[in-house]
């Protein structure tokens, strides 16, 4: 909560992949499938590609060393989509306890806001039977302006009817809590995922929890 402050959190938003889900083994075979088959040679490992996980595709081939045209990105995000798709979800996990923590925050109303294209979120959701938990899904979509922009934010807390003072962002990179502050939320970083604790700390998240299970606790508070 921040100082000085007493909030009501009412809704949470959360990011999907390194804060709900670890669903690097997924996304790692389908970007190295990708890079083969359109920029050629060896392609990055998991672990250079799951440091850039929850950044745009365009962007994490950009930082990866990938110089891509026009025509080729569009093949390149053609051919990832497809890839993804056939994966199924099949190796993504969700991080220990987010399950009974998601059950226990079912007076809460909960949200997502991910990178990810709607569909692809709807892969990982359904495979991991994490749909019901959760009243709206928001993903990348054509005009929306991505994390660390507060458009997302935005967008999901005007679908379910929410104040930004009583919404809680949840997510593990510095651009989930760039963009919950700029939306005006309150936000909680998690040292779990891709992000790096050095680099999610100079953010100056209103909170910060080392399992997602903490987050139980941190919002029964907001209601006593």
Known sequence: MRRGETTTITTILCDLDGTLVDSRWDIAVAFQHAWQTVVGGTPPDTAAIAQHIGKPLDQMIIELGGVLSPPLLSTFLTVYRCAYARQDACLAQPYPGVIAALRALS?????????????QAAIVLRRLALTPFFRHIQGGTPGLRLKPAPDPILA???????????????GD??????????????????TYGFGMREELLPCAPDYVIDSFGELVDLVLKSRS
């Open 173 to 190: 990179t510095p651009a989930d809590i760039r963009a919950g502050k700029a939306a005006g939320t309150i936000t909680c970083a998690v």
């Open 107 to 119: 007076p809460f109303m909960l949200g997502i806001v991910t990178t990810k294209e709607p569909g």
């Open 156 to 170: 999901a807390l005007a679908a379910m009817r929410c104040a930004p003072n009583h919404g809680l962002v949840v």
